[in-house]
């Protein structure tokens, strides 16, 4: 999907050696559809030459401020840049911007840009003894209250690492795509659950998670505050890990229980039972017979306490149960076939009470579409959702 398509984002680069993951970066966010255009104080040219910039952008990269203000091109009242991304920015270029010093081309466009109320998202990298300074601890909190968005580093090796390339994408594409999903709380319930049967041995599914993953990064770039839970790690999102189906129902509840949880969507492979856990190792070459239990179910326990809540229904007759859990209360089901576990697509039912669509696709453009049926059919306080796909 190409979210960023039409979008022109000034990619202003700094002098940290992170600098030389910004070739990239600045392929990974023209791969989403947008324009990008490189901007260069002269302790980043030090590190990575203008020309590995240029090319990666396709547009010649910008090292000074010339006759033709660039900085008002791009980041003025009448801009062509649609986003100013600093990345990576330095303790030395966080602390100019917050004190108004504009002595670079990066410093000149952020004040420029600051004054025209652009939308700024700033990446620190540097050592983590700097990123500990009380002065830029305290200049980036005086960057977020002007409305900077601040995608918060790595921290390994002591050093402040640059975040991850897929979560600055992902940050810039919920930087602009509107937000129609701005103040709400989404729940995401994702992958397969492992229940052990004897100390080194489990019974689960092929579910990878990426139906849950990226229903989460979707409701992410819409503007939602999002939690996902799940055995897996997704970076720049909240993440509570389970392994269980009871761990799994036990973090759902505390969520319901200790938040608001405007709309939670149940994507998991949760288990349907569990095995009687036998202590020790079952030895090799035995013939053992596992007796399962049945587990509760999840969706029962949200429908209540949530305000929407989605579902997913698996099999041969997944259509069919679809209606009749449209029945007890949720919003919208997804009906799938076992074929899709574990793939990067498929073709989904998307049932609710308006009756339903057949969507094929990616899972990231399922994930969309199933968000924009909420948002059109289920949300209609909140201004539509961008159609990019």
């Not at 690492?161 to 729940?187: F, M, N, W, Y």
């Not at 030895?283 to 305000?307: E, F, M, N, R």
Request: glycine content about 8%; proline content about 4%; hydrophobic content about 40%.
């Amino acid at each position: 999907m190409n979210l960023l398509q039409d979008k022109v984002i000034l990619l202003a680069v700094t002098g940290s050696i992170a600098a030389v993951e910004t070739v990239k970066l600045a392929h990974a966010l023209r791969r989403r559809g947008a324009t990008v255009q490189a901007v260069m104080s002269e302790a980043a040219t030090g590190i990575i030459h203008p020309d590995a910039l240029t090319y990666a952008c396709n547009r010649e990269a910008i090292t000074r401020i010339s006759g033709m203000v660039e900085h008002v091109q791009y980041c003025g009242d009448e801009r062509e840049a649609d986003l100013l991304l600093i990345a990576p920015c330095t303790a030395n270029t966080i602390s100019k911007i917050a004190c108004g010093i504009d002595d670079t081309p990066v410093t000149t466009c952020a004040t420029t840009a600051l004054g025209s109320r652009m939308s700024i998202i700033v990446v620190p990298a540097m050592h983590q003894a700097m990123f500990r300074h009380i002065a830029v601890m305290e200049n980036l909190e005086r960057l977020k209250s002007w409305g900077v968005q601040v995608i918060g580093p790595r921290i390994e090796e002591g050093k402040a690492k640059i975040a991850q390339t897929d979560e600055i994408v992902l940050s810039c594409e919920r930087e602009l795509c509107g937000r129609p999903l701005a103040g709400q709380h989404v729940l995401i319930t994702s992958g397969r659950c492992e229940e052990p049967v004897d100390d080194v041995r489990i019974l689960t599914t092929r579910s990878s998670g990426r139906m849950g993953q990226e229903l989460a990064k979707a409701a992410y770039r819409l503007g939602a505050e999002v939690t996902i839970i799940h055995h897996d790690h997704l970076p720049g999102i909240r993440n509570i890990r389970t392994d269980t189906a009871e761990s799994m129902l036990n973090a759902v509840m505390l969520e319901l229980d200790t938040h608001q949880v405007d709309i939670y969507i149940s994507a998991a492979a949760i288990s349907d039972y569990a095995p009687a856990r036998c202590e020790g190792k079952i030895p090799s070459g035995q013939s053992p017979v596992l007796h399962l239990h049945p587990l509760p179910k999840i969706l029962d326990h949200a429908i209540t306490k949530a305000g929407l809540t989605i579902g997913f229904k698996l099999g041969e007759e997944s259509s069919d149960d679809a209606y009749a859990l449209l029945k007890r209360g949720v919003v919208l089901v997804a009906a799938n076939r076992p074929e899709t576990m574990g793939s990067t697509g498929g073709t989904y039912e998307l049932i609710d009470q308006s009756g339903a669509i057949s969507v094929s696709g990616s899972k990231e453009e399922i994930a969309h579409r199933m968000l924009e049926l909420v948002i059109f059919r289920h949300i209609q306080s909140l201004p539509p959702v961008p159609s990019n796909s």
